[in-house]
């Protein structure tokens, strides 16, 4: 057997940026020796070269939304002189999109430190140091100006990412250090990368007036002229994408939908459309949101890292990310950034956590690796292993976080309670909701099923390979073990007190229908505490203890499933995921399994952006691997292959 501490393969580390001044306080990059913005007046180079280049803000005005992509972020400036241009301009889009990619991102602090110095920008430097991303890998969405201005962020190689993005772009703001010294952000690769990106009419702008990345530009189908250069510089350059290939990613012409479910699927994503501009009508059959599997009283929020950033590493750490996000433009949800200490199961997997924590070089306020002495005070209880400590991890009551989802926007989200959808019905204009007795409960040319492990029992999700699994968790009195102030978990977790309740689980049991509290359930979830903080409930009673049990919706491949419905007589073993016929108007939020909370926001968000034709929050592979026509490819390809087999 391989040894699991030898094959996990090597991850860049990301390598933040070391930040220097030279002349004029002018920020400089000495590994790249060059400087992030002129010498003469960094915001009037911006608005000069990027925004009057691109013809902005005219070529925004009265447009629903608007997406601009950069080539490197820096310190923001363009970033802050776009937004703020925006923020000042009665004609602006609706939404403003402004993709962007960092090799090398400044730590918070040198990002305020270079901030300092545009006053005209504070305001908006402020809400953006607010919600800086720690400085992982991967791509990170940062919902500004109450969501109007939408920021996609790759920490990353521009050069290798710029394929993992997903969107139809307006105008490029080509900004890497000069091409000598920056060469692959100049490439004709990479200039036909932009091409891809590009929606009909798109523009460029960049101080760059260097020949071969004029004749890149234009072997990419760019137009390209020169034009006088800001101080300084005498020309700059601005081009034009000449091809009429049409657009991909048209807008919806009707923003209604009906979301099926008000858990934590159905109420992040109603959130999410109606914060989009939706009108959004949400069909619960229960009195309340998150009676399901979202209803227990808290849930784990951390990531889950591998020593290879697989996908799921990826995926979680993004989650996680997403959720803390939502969680912040929601006050009312109720949850608790106490830490998460994740112990390692024995000394094998203790010292697999511990090389995960070294070769992906997160930083310490996302995972730390604790060695037992350390982990058992902050447990205040003996251990047998040390963990990973996820410091900004906690817990969060999903129902909490369902109410302050629905409510956020009352003048474009209903939630209808005790109302049980029956069946969906096709209509020349999208879908209807009926109820058992034929009435239509509500109709919209967009149906998104978020109703967890029920779906499967409507006709157009039949195909869908969903299981629902039983989970029981415990309520132990607080009082009835010593105190804990983090949460931890092992083989099972346990939770701080909340209301004078302590929550241990879980218990998962695939095919068991049983909805009652069983006493041999709580024994298993004292039994797997156990195992974590050995005696931390002696004396308890199972048969004295409360609790709760839900179903969770799991996937095959443990991933969720969000995007839209395909056609399942329509996949064969040569169909490609995105040629793959959809269910017109029918959309899914769905498996989430056990990891609600880490899912909720990100999805939301994805399904809301592939309905939009918006940028998308995630690297292509991440969709593809959330796609709910994944399984019907891969079971269209292992049919084949059996008969191949047999013949
Ligand atoms: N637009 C920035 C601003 O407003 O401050 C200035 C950008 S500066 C001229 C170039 C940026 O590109 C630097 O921040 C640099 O780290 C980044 N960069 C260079 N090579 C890169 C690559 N391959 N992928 C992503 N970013 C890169």
Partial sequence: ?????????????????????????????????????????????????FLAGNELPARWQKRDRFVILETGFGTGLNFLATW????????????????????????????????????????????????????????????????????????????????????????????GFSPPKNPELWSPHFCKGLARLSAPGATLATWSVAGHVRQALKDAEFEVAKRPGYVGKRQMLVGHFRSRRPDR??????????????????????????????????????GEPATGASGNIAGVLRPLPSADDNRLSRLTRAGYLATRALLGRLPEARWAACGVLHLGRE????????????????????????????AADKLGWPVDTGGWWFPNGGWVQPSSLCRAALAAFPERLTVRYNTPLDRLQQTAHGWQALAADGSVLADAPVVIMASGHAAPRFAQFAWLPQRAARGQVSHLPAS??????????????????????????????????????RAIDHQENLARLNLSLPGFTAGIDPATLAGRVGFRPISPDRLPIVGPVPDPAAA?????????????????????????????ALMADLLVSRLEGEPLPLESDLVDACDPGRFLLKAARRNTEESDDTT
């Fill in 1 to 49: 057997r391989a040894n699991p501490l030898r094959t996990a393969a090597l991850v860049e580390k990301l390598q933040p940026a070391r930040l220097e001044f030279v002349a004029y306080d002018t920020p400089y990059s000495a590994a790249f020796d060059d400087v992030y913005h002129s010498a003469l007046g960094g915001p009037a180079q911006a608005r000069h070269v």
């Fill in 480 to 517: 009835a073990t010593p105190p804990l102030d983090v949460v931890v978990c092992k083989l099972g977790y346990a939770m701080p007190a909340i209301d004078g309740l302590r929550l241990i689980g879980a218990t998962l049991q695939g095919g068991d229908t049983d909805t009652s509290i």
């Fill in 347 to 374: 000394p094998l997997h203790e010292a697999q956590q511990r090389r995960a924590v070294e070769q992906l070089g997160w930083p310490p306020e996302v995972v730390q690796f604790i060695e037992r002495e350390a």
């Fill in 572 to 600: 064969s073993p040569n169909t490609r995921l995105h040629n793959l016929p959809r269910q017109p108007g029918l959309w899914c939020v769905q498996g989430f399994g056990a990891r609600g909370i880490v899912w909720s």
């Fill in 84 to 175: 703020h241009a925006w923020r000042d301009d009665p004609q602006h889009c609706r939404r403003l999109h402004f993709i962007s990619f960092e090799k090398h991102p400044f730590t918070l602090a040198d990002l305020a430190t270079c901030q300092q110095a545009w006053p005209e920008f504070a305001e908006l430097a402020a809400e953006l140091q607010q919600k800086w991303p720690p400085l992982v890998p991967g791509m990170h969405r940062l919902h500004l100006n109450g969501g109007q201005v939408i920021l996609t962020l790759t920490f990353g190689d521009a050069a290798t990412q710029l394929r993992a993005i997903d969107a139809s772009v307006d105008a490029f703001f080509l900004d």
């Fill in 249 to 286: 990613h048209l807008a919806p012409a009707d923003r209604r939908a009906i979301v099926i479910g008000a858990g934590i699927a159905g109420s992040t994503t109603a959130h999410a459309l109606a914060c989009a501009g939706w009108q959004v009508t949400v069909l619960e059959q229960a």
